[in-house]
């Protein structure tokens, strides 16, 4: 069995092979030779923690695993990320372990790919404007890969607290891409993509706020009752997502779906797009 600690992920895992990773099961979970099992995700009762197991398997590379971890919202504090976890791989033939790999770059990578995959295919190819919601330790992340999938010449960004949007402030910078903080409206207003990236509980863009033709990745939620985006704007636009189940209960989808403004045959799979099967 092979250990791979956190220290070693870097060397090992691009950016770039990540985004290809994801791209390449997206499109087997459309063909169904990919699979997501059941989330389980519970709030422990300590620390004002939320932790839980994702796994799954990939039939055609044999890649059986899951991902143990949470959201540590007092770790920052602690000079820790919030969100800690590790990956197990076993052997699809008899079970047994393979590796232990430590999991918070390769989630915070996997997770910045999966928005960078739905820029790449669904945002308007002339999009000049770049929204941000969040500028947590995934943000950085989140900037990062959507500034490779278009020619961005802005990006304007929103936080609770302004006095954190220094770290995509200097990535902007770095990227040679103009950056302004600014309110909600005003973000709605001007972004062509937005991306949001927030433990939130309630809606934080609104449909009023939000102009035709925006393309938005909601990446902040994946457990039930967090919710980023107004469901009146989800009941209006075309919904995407890589796995239906999971978007219907505890991603972003799951408040529209409950009212009824949502069915989950409205839902999109990322992979029939990818695959070319959706128009």
């Not at 796995?243 to 505890?250: E, F, L, M, N, P």
Request: aromatic share 6%; net charge neutral; hydrophobic share 50%.
């Amino acid at each position: 069995m092979l250990v791979v600690p956190e220290s070693a992920v870097a060397g090992l895992m691009s950016p770039a092979d990540c985004f290809l990773a994801v791209e390449n099961v997206f499109a087997a979970m459309a063909k169904r030779s990919a699979v997501n099992f059941p989330v389980i995700r519970e709030a422990i009762g300590h620390a004002d923690a939320l932790y839980g197991f994702k796994s799954g398997f990939d039939r055609d590379g044999l890649a059986l695993g899951l991902k143990a971890g949470g959201f540590w919202p007092g770790n920052a504090a602690k000079g820790l990320t919030n969100h800690q976890s590790s990956v197990f791989l076993f052997d699809a033939d008899t079970g047994r372990c393979r590796a232990v790999v430590g999991g918070n770059l390769l989630t915070a990578l996997r997770t910045a790919a999966a928005s960078a995959i739905s820029i790449k295919y669904l945002a308007r190819a002339d999009a000049e404007t770049l929204g941000m919601v969040g500028a947590g330790h995934q943000s950085t992340f989140q900037l990062r890969a959507a500034l490779e999938q278009r020619s961005f010449r802005r990006v304007v960004a929103w936080n609770r607290d302004p006095t954190k949007l220094g770290r995509l402030a200097a990535i902007a910078q770095e990227a040679g891409v103009s950056f302004e903080a600014v309110d909600l409206d005003a973000l709605g207003a001007q972004a062509d993509v937005i991306v949001t990236v927030t433990s939130s509980f309630r809606p934080i863009l609104m449909r009023a706020q939000i102009k035709p033709g925006t393309h938005i990745a909601c990446m902040g939620t994946d457990t039930k009752g967090k919710q980023e985006v107004d469901p009146a704007f989800l009941a209006g636009a075309t919904v995407f997502t890589d796995d239906v189940t999971q978007s219907a209960t505890i991603g972003e989808a799951q408040h529209a779906v409950a009212q009824g403004l949502l069915a989950r045959a409205d839902l999109v799979e990322m992979g029939a797009v990818i695959l070319g099967t959706h128009r």
